[in-house]
């Protein structure tokens, strides 16, 4: 069965300084991963995707994603993180051999970014 | 232009009541999906739609969650006999045709059963 894993509930990082939310994932075949944002009462925002291709995946608000393969890791990354960014960010993957794009998600990194 | 809603936005119910949860996704998505997001649990998906294909249940927890999506645009997910454990953010999104991959998330419906 697919999985996803983020083994920080809470990252702290000051404005300015670079930023990671660290994403593992187990799952049978290719692996299509995504990253989403979610602010307070509010749904998901779709951030970025790995579906093929290049490792370095760049996405909406200045973010980016390494796929790793050798170490199942797809970390979301940030140059210079802004007090806007604090959130709650979820990494997720597709499920493989369905018909369909359902997810399954991390259990969420509360990103906070202090000025 | 719209993005995926839901309604209500909030809802609480007593014990052992029915409650149906509706969501309007974007005009021209072909994919419906509903998730659930609760504490204890995260963020765990639910049903899936696909045009006129049968859905995909597979991600609902019990007999008692049922959905239907009617002209292949408006959802409806109900619940029967609601349990307390039931109380969660119930999130619907929905996708374009294609392969873009990329799912839009209404605000979601939050229900507390007491």
């Known amino acids: 069965a697919q999985s996803v894993a983020q083994p920080e509930d809470q990252v702290n990082v000051a404005e300015g300084n670079p930023l990671t939310v660290k994403c593992t994932y187990s799952?049978?075949?290719?692996?299509?991963l995504f990253w989403y944002v979610q602010y307070p009462n509010r749904g998901l925002q779709f951030l970025l995707k790995y579906i093929t291709g290049d490792n370095l995946v760049k996405g909406s608000y200045g973010f980016e994603a390494e796929f790793n393969k050798s170490q199942t890791s797809f970390h979301l990354k940030k140059p210079s993180a802004l007090v806007s960014d604090s959130a709650l960010y979820f990494c997720a993957v597709r499920r493989p051999l369905r018909k369909g794009n359902m997810l399954t998600f991390g259990g969420g990194t509360r990103l906070m970014v202090k000025p | 232009g719209a993005g995926v809603s839901q309604s209500p936005s909030n809802k609480v119910t007593e014990k052992g009541k029915d409650v149906e949860l509706r969501c309007d996704p974007i005009s021209g998505h072909t994919a419906l999906y509903w998730y659930r997001q609760s504490l204890g649990q995260g963020l765990e998906f639910l049903i899936y739609f696909q045009g006129n294909s049968a859905p995909d249940k597979s991600g609902l927890p019990s007999d008692r969650f049922s959905a239907e999506r009617t002209g292949g645009s408006v959802s409806t997910l109900t619940i029967q006999r609601t349990q307390q454990e039931d109380s969660a953010v119930y999130l619907c999104?929905?996708?374009?045709?294609?392969?873009?991959?990329?799912?839009?998330f209404g605000p979601g419906t939050r229900l507390t059963v007491t």
């Open positions: 999104a929905s996708s374009p045709p294609g392969q873009s991959y990329e799912q839009y």
């Open positions: 799952v049978s075949g290719n692996p299509y």
